[in-house]
């Protein structure tokens, strides 16, 4: 629990720095590409949680990772959390920023999965009436779930929307599981 607190700090911290130097758009890249790397490769992740490794040698592989490409400021804040021997939160601390971000810009996440592929003109239809429920810009991934059946599964961040053949067989199979001639003590 206090890792995310102080995961959650650095990245309001990142994020009020960016903001204050206009370059909260690089900044989020560069975290999206750390993010990225750390969730592509486990020996990375395994690094900055170790306590063995020394700080010189995470800012060493930091700075092969980022060579030429990251903001410097995105790079001296993670040089800087290394530093401070804080570096087991830069995973959270990236979860964390990209909330932040997307409450900034006003997106929301969502995630549509089908048990077919749905032509892009019905992806974009619910794209429009999600962005119309939420009134946020939608940042809209799809997925294909074969064990739907027929149907869909929307998430937009802590909602769940179901309506597939597989979820409605499951409810009637729960109804004739449950036989009310047949007392329950």
Do not use: C
């Not at 974009?124 to 940042?139: K, P």
């Amino acid at each position: 629990m206090a890792d995310i607190r102080v995961a959650h700090r650095y990245a309001a911290s990142l994020m009020r720095l960016a903001i204050e130097q206009n370059k909260l758009e690089s900044v989020f890249r560069d975290m999206e590409q750390l993010g990225l790397a750390i969730t592509n490769s486990r020996e990375l992740l395994v690094m900055f949680r170790s306590p063995v490794t020394r700080p010189e040698s995470k800012i060493a592989v930091v700075d092969a990772l980022f060579t030429g490409q990251a903001d410097p400021l995105t790079s001296g804040f993670i040089r800087l959390v290394i530093k401070k021997r804080r570096e087991s939160v830069i995973p959270g601390m990236v979860q964390s920023f990209s909330r932040m971000y997307r409450v900034h810009k006003g997106i929301v996440r969502a995630r549509l999965e089908t048990a077919v592929p749905w032509p892009q003109s019905l992806v974009e239809e619910v794209t429009g009436i999600l962005a119309q429920q939420t009134g946020m810009a939608v940042d809209l991934s799809t997925s294909i779930n074969a064990s739907l059946m027929a149907g869909f599964v929307i998430q937009v961040e802590d909602k769940r929307y179901e309506r597939s053949v597989a979820r409605s067989l499951q409810e009637i199979k729960q109804l004739f599981s449950d036989n009310p001639y047949i007392k329950k003590y």
